[in-house]
């Protein structure tokens, strides 16, 4: 009879292994005997505390759990706003022009002349505004013989004064007043003379003296134009306009225009500046007058919109006035500047226009209005000059 397996004990002898179920050896699993457990089949563990320590779970959180700050919305960042291209483009051009009006003055003063007219001895003291000497010279030098021909001066040599003229600039109005060429006067070491005779004698030293001895003015800056750079100042601006009374034919001056108001060049302005032999009834004065009349719009063209927007006019009078002039030593360019401006506020409300006071067309100056006049200016009391004094032959009024 076939005996009962005993309890707890394992198969019998002969008896189908049951190593597929249990394994082959008879040990715990990954002991003697027995296979590894398969590592996909290997269920993960908490970690305990200790070997052998049951788990346990967290805390709970001791109190009311705190409420977490609520964020702020998150704005978006906004991003630096852009000029339009043609902006910067258009604002780049406005600073390079203006570097180019400041500096282009700068580099046409490198061309100037400079030259000693401070006289020597005895001056009148420094009085208040601003006094200069404007002087139009017809010497020829540096003229070439196409030029003198052009410009009807003939081959005199020397250096004489064909314009000369006070501007004063203070607290008034500006005055532009004229000394006829052939003014009577006393010139230190030579006695009674023309006025112009001073500048052939002693040149501009000798002029200021004269001027300054005569007029008691002291005299602040020297401002001298050549013929040719005069020329040159006039077509720069592109001609000037001038208003003859009469029509005007003078050989000698170069000059054939009509009567009325009509566009002068360089050359014709020059001629009509200089022409003293058609002027029949007030003779050197109505010259003078001429002579005003051509500065003034030369200076208004100098300023005018045209003058400062086209680059090629400004480069061309900056450099034609530069190479025209010769100013006395300390005169910079701010100051030829100011200069400049003056000249363009000497009409109207702005300024006084008229010849020195005269007694007569023999250009004798005024023993009684004249010193007046002069008084006005050494005390820059402009404001108070009265019609009479100031007209534009120098005359007293009828």
């Known amino acids: 009879m076939a005996q009962r397996p005993r309890s707890g004990g394992g198969p019998e002898e002969g008896t189908p292994e049951y190593d597929w179920l249990y394994g082959s050896g008879s040990g715990a699993p990954g002991g003697p005997g027995r296979p590894e457990p398969d590592p996909t089949r290997v269920m993960p563990t908490q970690p305990r505390g200790g070997a052998g320590a049951p788990y346990a779970p967290p805390p709970p959180p001791r109190g009311p759990a705190a409420p977490t700050p609520a964020r702020e919305p ?102 532009l007043m004229s000394i006829p060429r052939d003014s009577i006067v006393e010139v230190p070491g030579n006695g009674t003379t023309k006025v112009n005779a001073a500048y052939a004698f002693g040149g501009p030293q000798l002029l200021v003296r004269t001027i300054e001895q005569n007029t008691g003015i002291r005299v602040d800056h020297y401002v001298e134009v050549g013929f040719g750079g005069f020329v040159g100042v006039v077509d720069a601006v592109g001609g000037i306009e001038i208003c003859p009374e009469q029509a005007i034919q003078d050989p000698q001056a170069g000059l054939k225009v009509e009567a009325g108001c009509q566009e002068a060049d360089g050359v014709t302005a020059l001629g009509y500046a200089r022409s003293r032999k058609t002027y029949r009834e007030l003779g050197d004065v109505q010259r003078a007058q001429a002579q005003r009349e051509v500065v003034s719009g030369v200076a208004g063209k100098a300023v005018s919109p045209r003058s400062v927007l086209d680059p090629f006019r400004y480069w061309a009078l900056t450099h034609a006035a530069a190479e025209s002039v010769r100013v006395s030593e300390g005169t910079g360019p701010f100051r030829m500047g100011l200069f400049a401006l003056a000249m363009t506020r000497v009409d ?24 007046r006049m002069f008084r006005y200016l050494a005390e820059d009391d402009t404001a108070s000059i009265p019609d009479r004094l100031c007209t534009p032959s120098g005359l007293p009024p009828r």
């Open 74 to 175: 998150r704005r978006p960042a906004r991003g630096r706003r852009r000029r339009p291209p043609v902006l910067r483009i258009l604002l780049l051009l406005l600073v390079l022009w203006l570097v180019f009006l400041v500096v282009t003055p700068f580099l046409a003063w490198r061309e100037v002349s400079e030259v000693d007219a401070a006289p020597d001895g005895e001056r009148p003291p420094e009085q208040p505004g601003t006094t200069y000497l404007v002087v139009g010279s017809d010497s020829r030098e540096g003229l070439t013989p196409e030029q003198r021909r052009e410009l009807t001066t003939g081959n005199a040599g020397g250096r004489r004064t064909d314009t000369i003229m006070l501007l004063h600039t203070g607290d008034g109005p500006n005055v």
């Open 348 to 371: 109207g409300e702005a300024g006084l226009t008229c010849g020195v006071p005269i007694a007569d067309l023999a250009v004798n100056w005024d023993s009684e209005r004249a010193p």
